[in-house]
């Protein structure tokens, strides 16, 4: 019998429910519903895209994963666990075992802080010994860059190598969960399946768990072997990546579908 995969993630009905500023005094307060009744289920090694439009919830999800905003109503279990009222332990492994990597790579990096510093930031943080130094020429090997980059600063870097960066500094304390929410989409399409690239070596070498936030279908192509299609807060559609590639089901995954800027797979890149 092929073993149980161990799940990773568990929503059950998640509704997160934001209260709008009001714009005067006299208007009544409304409320934006950034995500309706979310349930679905990511297991160990699993890669995951999440794709939707601008405002369909994608980036609410993603902080609601990392723990950093809490769901209006419905369940969250990492790892078998519920996030709600957490104790410190479970929140602390989900403070380790959980990294993101973002669309600007800028906001996580200090830009007086230099390179080597800032990777080996999040091991004094979480209070992880051992050579630090070491690990932080471990890292940069990992994602590709040279060990004398450490002494720079950020804004010596091109934006693909600063995304290089941001990736090296959330592997530091080897976390099991990677999100990435949008990490190409402020790239040039050139540097862009060079991270992709990158990130999927790293996924198969570390044996990472990975969800992968985009609006564009064409970037969880390579990367996710399943996709999750928001639309408005909700799923839309859900299932294999090749299905939703090749059959969509809704008009809008058909949209996106359209809309997608595939790369050129056949093209040679140096390394950014
Ligand atoms: N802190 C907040 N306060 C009020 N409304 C919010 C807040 N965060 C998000 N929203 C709203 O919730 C909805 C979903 O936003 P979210 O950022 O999750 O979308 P997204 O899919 O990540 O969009 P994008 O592709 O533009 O990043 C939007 O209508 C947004 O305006
Ligand atoms: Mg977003």
Redesign the pocket.
């Known amino acids: 019998m092929p073993e149980a995969r161990s799940s990773v993630y568990r929503l059950e009905s998640v509704d997160?429910v934001?209260?709008?500023?009001r714009s005067s005094l006299f208007q009544p307060a409304t409320q934006?519903?950034?995500?309706r009744d979310v349930s679905f289920e990511i297991f160990e090694g699993e890669s995951v895209g999440i794709v939707?439009?601008?405002?369909?919830?994608?980036?609410?999800?993603?902080?609601i994963l990392l723990g950093m905003?809490q769901p209006t109503r419905g369940e969250v279990r990492f790892r078998g666990r519920s996030l709600r009222g957490a104790n410190r332990e479970v929140r602390g492994r989900l403070i380790r075992d959980v990294q993101m990597v973002f669309?600007d790579p800028s906001a996580s990096l200090d830009p007086k802080m230099p390179v080597g510093v800032a990777i080996a930031e999040p091991l004094r943080a979480l209070g992880i010994e051992g050579d630090r130094a070491a690990r932080v020429r471990e890292l940069l090997e990992l994602v590709g860059l040279p060990a004398d980059v450490v002494r720079r600063y950020p804004h010596e870097f091109s934006g693909g190598q600063r995304q290089r960066i941001a990736i090296a500094r959330a592997l530091a304390p080897r976390p099991r969960v990677l999100v990435a929410?949008?990490p190409v989409s402020a790239l040039d399409v050139s540097v862009q399946d060079q991270i992709i690239t990158l990130l999927n070596h790293l996924r198969q070498t570390l044996g990472l768990t990975l969800l992968m936030?985009a609006?564009d279908l064409a970037v969880v192509q390579l990367l996710c072997e399943r996709t999750i299609v928001?639309n408005?807060?909700r799923i839309e559609e859900e299932g294999p990546t090749s299905t939703i590639l090749t059959a969509p089901r809704s008009g809008y995954a058909q949209k996106l579908l359209h809309d997608a800027k595939f790369f050129d797979l056949r093209s040679d890149h140096a390394t950014s």
């Open positions: 997160k934001y209260k709008a500023r934006i519903q950034a995500l939707g439009e601008s405002g369909s919830g994608k980036s609410t999800l993603s902080r905003d669309q929410d949008e936030v609006h928001m408005q807060g």
